[in-house]
Each structure stands twice: as structure tokens, then as C-alpha cells.
């Protein structure tokens, strides 16, 4: 187990790397700089004045120099400034990260608490007209744009019958600590999540299902009947134990999407997280915080991934073997 | 005695099991959601490419401020957007743009990935250590927000620089899927009796592995197709999908994020918003009626 875990730490290092050196030269392809918008356009400016900022940010030393720079800070979690919000990255993305984790954490906790029964039951009653339904209803989800979901559920629910608010994550003038301010919140939340969770239950469902077809039919699972083990105890102690266990893995790229944020659904419902900072930091140049909202991405996408084979090759050895 | 082995065997399995072609073929024929779907699938590729000399798109694409924000009349069947351009002819020359596009993405990214998949798994060693490393790599990569940058920093944006950035992407998940296959197949006797008698690696690689995958190919090919649309759709949703000049059906889609056009003029987004469901879900429905055809488990019989 150790040697997995280190092997398999060890692997991410290069990984790491690459990560880093594509999103900064990525990042520094983009055209113009941060000086390039209103800044330059205003006339009061001159271009000298320009030439001496863009000389004291750095801007003009070689590719290799700024990124050497770029990472020592990183490594003292210093993301740089972001030119439009004047203020740096770090705080802006602390600012915009607690709504994109509560969004998510919603998300998460709504699609298994969706999924998780939906699939036990189609697995259990297989081919009876439930379990035709709950695949219907899979092959919908797997299918269906989550941008056109989100859009429809917001005409519908938002604007037409008018039951959720729009958009925002909070009411303005609602005082933050009081227990109002924590159900106007929540209240903000239930749109966005069920809009999420509804097309992101697709795979735990299917494979429950599968799961639970496969295992109904094992010897183990028979001679537990044969015993007489009541039917509501074959499923929660023989057949759901194995089948639940990898699920607990999958959590692991769950995280990534969690906080990597949602582009669509919070450009969608105004959500001010991190996707809709990361949609309008690209708009207005501001790229100093896309490089970091990249690169936090991937740095999650790998810790996720990092995590998930972890917990599956515990709860299945023959990974590790592998 | 080479040679008899080679020209008996293929006779031999036609006469005793029916093709993978005509098991597709069966079974799409059994699923009512796939016979509706491949004729919706039909008539619209027959209306945006049979419309290509009915509709001009520098004249849908015409101001006319005698008409902004029409409702929906005898004149303009979708009422009109808020530059008084025709939304139905909008809506077909996007569907076509969307349509060719997302099939083109697909095509694209199975080409490269079948190849890198046959060559990876076949080969196997070092090859496949290599690739797959690097393709484990690209999977873990925040695919969106790099597309966007992509999008964004690439100087002369057009039509073909965003297939192949949306293709640089899209390849890696079907080399897996291949590879996979192609090492529970490189495995088989029909493989190692071919190795035995020196055929050349090419010529097993391309006719006889192959045509074993081509039905999961096919299978792969249609869900993504529908994937892929949705992808496109999305990003020029976000205004970070075909370059200006080439209307997508998210073009038409985007118009909602005014809160005012989404509230009251629903003839500006609605419309494309709802072909673009229907023509996934078909392209699906195809796509899962031919994927229960290769799995014998779940055939509906």
C-alpha cells in the first residue's frame, strides 16, 4: 500500500510541472497585457509612463525569469495581483471560493441522495416499469446540455412561476450572521443545485444498477437467502456493502469539480463563485487570475484523481497489483 | 496451408452468426425512441442542408430596425432578434453550423484516436507506457477553462482553429477506449495465429483488429457526436465557441443571458435552445439502441 501511495505521489510531480509551465505560457500568449485595457486608452497616460510600469511589473523581462518568478511566489501562495480588482489573487479567489464550495458541497449531496436509491431501486426491480423509468430518465440526463437544463429551469421556476430567486447568492441588505442570512443563502442554492445534481446522476445510477444486477444473482448473495436472511437485510448487508464502497472513491473527482466551480451554471444563475470570476477575469483580460483559476483547476483535478485511485486500491487490492 | 485457413474462416462465421452490422441494424429497428429519433435525424439533415439554397445568410443576417424584436408573425415564423434579423433562418443556418461542426470535431478526434489507440494497444512496452501517460495527463486537465483560454489567446480565431483545439482535447478519451479493447483483442488466437504466419503488423492492425472494433467505433462515434454538439453549443453559449461570422445555435441560445430577453422574448432563445435538446437526445437515442446491440447482455431480443 505504501509503495503505491508514494509510486503513485511520485507520478504527480512531472505532472505538477507540465501543469504549471503550459498554463503560464498559456497565460502569457494571451494578447495584450494587464496595462493594455483602460489604462492605455486613456489618454492622460503617455506611453512612456506605460513603458516604466510595464518595466517595474516585470512584464518585460524573458518568458523563463517571469516564470521562475511566478512560481517562487506560488510556492508562498502569492497568485499576484488581479489589474482590474486591485487586489490580489489570493483574496479575490478567497472571496469568490466559500459560494463556489457551498454550491458544490449542494450539488454533491443532492446528486447522490437522487442517484444512490434511483439505482438500488432499478437494479432491484429490473425490467418491471420503475426500473424503465429510472433508466429513461438516466438516458435523459446523460444527454441533456446542462447549459440548456439550467436555462429552462430558470425561465420556468425563476421567472415564470417566480418560486427562486434569479440571481445572486444572497439578497442585498440581508445581514450576514444572522439566521436569515444563512436561509436566504440556502435559498439561493436550491436552483443552481437541483439544476446540477439533476443531470449529474447518470453514471452512480447506472452503475448501482449494474452493480446490484450483477451481485443479486452471486452464490454468496443466494445461500444469504437460502438462509433466510429477510430480503430488506440481503440488499443493506450482502449486496449493497461491496457496491457502495467504490462510490465512496468516486468522491475523489467530485472534489475537483466542486470547487474547480461550474462555468454554466454560475454564468447561468449569477452565482458569483469561482466560474463566473474565472468567465469574466478571460473577458476582461485580467490574466493574473486565470492563470490561477487554471491552474488551481488542474492542481484539484490532480489531487481529486490523486485521492480517487487511492481509496479504490484500498478498497480493492487488485488495483494496486496492477 | 496459410492460405486455406485465411479464405475458409471468414466464410465460415458469416454463415454462422449474422453480422455486427446487421445486429445494429436489428436492434435499432426494435427501439421505438431510435425509429422516431433517425426520422427527426433525417428531416432536419434534410432541412439545413437541403435549405443551403434557400437561405442566404447575408440576407437573415440583415439589419432590418423596421422589425427589432418582433413577435413571431407570417413573415418571420420565430419573430425576429434585437436587430430585426429573422430568428428561423438564424435558427436553420446555426443548426447547420452546429451540426457540421460538432460531426467534423468527431470524425477529427476519432481519426487521431483510433490511431494512437490501435498503435498503443497493439504495440504495447514502451509505446503504450508513453502514450498513456501523457493522455492520463491531458484527461485530468481542466478541459473548459483551457478550450476558453485557447479560445481566447489564439490570434486569427476561426472555424478550423477552434475544430483543432476542441479535437487536441477530444482525442485522448477515444485512445483509451480503443486501446483497451485492442489489448483484450491482441490477445485472441485469430491475432497470434496471423503473428505466427508473418503476416505484417499493419495488416492485422487494419484488417483484422478493426473491423472487430468497428461496432463499438460506430457506438462511440454517435454518443459523441451528441457530446460534442453539446460542448460546441455551450461554449458559443458563453461567447467562447465559433468565431462571429459563423452563427451556432448557442449563438442564438446566448441572447438569454439578458434577463429581459429571457423573461419576455422567448421566441429569441427558446427555439434553439429546444432543437438543440431534440437533436441530442435523438443522436443519443440512436447511440444507445446501437450500444445495447454490441452488449448481448442487454439486447431487447
Request: glycine share 8%; with cysteine; aromatic share 12%.
Amino acid at each position: 500500500m505504501w509503495k503505491f501511495t508514494l509510486r503513485r505521489i511520485l507520478i504527480m510531480i512531472p505532472q505538477l510541472f507540465v501543469l504549471s509551465v503550459l498554463i503560464f505560457f498559456v497565460a502569457k500568449a494571451m494578447p495584450g497585457d494587464a496595462l493594455s485595457g483602460a489604462i492605455e486608452a486613456n489618454p492622460k497616460v503617455s506611453a512612456q509612463v506605460l513603458e516604466e510600469q510595464r518595466e517595474k511589473l516585470g512584464l518585460n523581462d524573458p518568458a523563463w525569469v517571469q516564470y521562475g518568478r511566478w512560481l517562487g511566489n506560488l510556492f508562498q501562495g502569492d497568485l499576484g495581483k488581479s489589474y482590474v480588482h486591485k487586489v490580489g489573487v489570493t483574496d479575490l479567489i478567497g472571496s469568490r471560493l466559500a459560494n463556489t464550495f457551498y454550491l458544490g458541497v449542494a450539488i454533491l449531496i443532492l446528486t447522490y441522495v437522487i442517484s444512490i436509491p434511483l439505482g438500488i431501486l432499478s437494479g432491484r426491480y429490473q425490467n418491471t416499469l420503475l426500473d424503465k423509468t429510472i433508466t429513461g430518465y438516466t438516458y435523459l440526463s446523460f444527454a441533456t446540455p446542462i447549459f440548456i437544463f439550467s436555462l429552462l429551469v430558470l425561465f420556468v421556476f425563476g421567472f415564470r412561476l417566480g418560486w427562486f430567486p434569479t440571481s445572486g447568492s444572497v439578497d442585498v441588505g440581508v445581514q450576514p450572521g444572522t439566521w436569515a442570512y444563512v436561509v436566504n443563502k440556502f435559498y439561493h442554492l436550491i436552483l443552481p443545485a437541483c439544476a446540477g445534481a439533476l443531470v449529474s446522476t447518470t453514471a452512480t445510477i447506472q452503475y448501482l444498477r449494474n452493480e446490484v444486477i450483477d451481485t443479486r444473482l452471486k452464490d454468496f448473495v443466494k445461500t444469504a437467502r437460502s438462509k433466510g436472511v429477510p430480503e430488506s437485510k440481503v440488499y443493506s448487508r450482502h449486496i449493497l456493502r461491496n457496491s457502495l464502497l467504490p462510490i465512496a472513491a468516486f468522491l475523489g473527482y467530485d472534489l475537483t469539480a466542486v470547487l474547480a466551480g461550474n462555468l454554466f451554471i454560475e454564468s447561468i444563475f449569477g452565482y458569483p463563485g469561482l466560474g463566473q470570476l474565472f468567465l469574466q477575469s478571460i473577458t476582461q483580460r485580467d490574466f493574473s487570475v486565470v492563470t490561477a483559476l487554471v491552474m488551481l483547476s488542474g492542481l484539484l483535478a490532480l489531487i481529486g484523481t490523486l485521492l480517487s485511485d487511492l481509496i479504490l486500491s484500498w478498497v480493492d487490492p487488485r488495483i494496486r497489483m496492477g | 496451408m496459410g492460405m486455406r485457413v485465411e479464405t475458409v474462416a471468414p466464410i465460415e462465421t458469416i454463415q454462422k452468426s449474422p453480422s455486427n452490422w446487421s445486429i445494429l441494424g436489428r436492434e435499432l429497428l426494435k427501439d421505438k425512441m431510435a425509429i422516431g429519433s433517425l426520422i427527426f435525424l433525417f428531416l432536419f439533415l434534410i432541412g439545413i442542408y437541403g435549405s443551403i439554397a434557400l437561405i442566404n445568410q447575408d440576407e437573415v443576417t440583415k439589419i432590418d430596425l423596421m422589425a427589432i424584436q418582433a413577435a413571431p408573425s407570417a413573415d418571420h415564423w420565430l419573430g425576429t432578434d434585437d436587430a430585426g434579423r429573422d430568428i428561423f433562418g438564424q435558427l436553420v443556418i446555426g443548426a447547420r453550423n452546429s451540426f457540421t461542426i460538432g460531426f467534423m470535431i468527431t470524425i477529427l478526434s476519432a481519426a487521431i484516436g483510433l490511431t494512437i489507440g490501435l498503435i498503443a494497444g497493439f504495440f504495447g512496452g514502451l509505446v503504450d507506457n508513453v502514450i498513456m501517460r501523457f493522455i492520463d495527463f491531458i484527461l485530468v486537465l481542466p478541459f473548459l477553462m483551457l478550450v476558453i483560454v485557447f479560445v481566447t489567446i489564439i490570434p486569427k480565431y476561426g472555424v478550423w482553429e477552434f475544430i483543432a483545439i476542441m479535437t487536441a482535447f477530444l482525442w485522448v478519451g477515444k485512445a483509451r477506449l480503443i486501446r483497451a479493447k485492442v489489448l483484450a483483442e491482441r490477445e485472441l488466437d485469430y491475432v497470434q495465429a496471423s503473428k505466427t504466419l508473418g503476416t505484417p503488423n499493419w495488416k492485422i492492425i487494419t484488417f483484422g483488429i478493426l473491423p472487430n472494433l468497428s461496432s463499438i467505433v460506430i457506438v462511440n462515434l454517435t454518443l459523441n457526436l451528441a457530446g460534442n454538439i453539446g460542448i460546441e453549443t455551450g461554449l458559443s453559449y458563453l461567447g467562447f465557441g465559433l468565431p462571429d461570422g459563423t452563427p451556432s445555435l448557442g449563438t442564438l441560445v446566448s441572447s438569454a443571458t439578458n434577463p429581459v430577453i429571457l423573461e419576455q422574448y422567448w421566441w429569441m432563445w427558446l427555439p434553439a435552445s429546444l432543437l438543440i435538446l431534440v437533436l441530442i437526445l435523438a443522436i443519443n437515442f440512436i447511440g444507445q439502441a446501437l450500444k445495447r446491440a454490441t452488449d448481448a447482455k442487454q439486447r431487447l431480443g
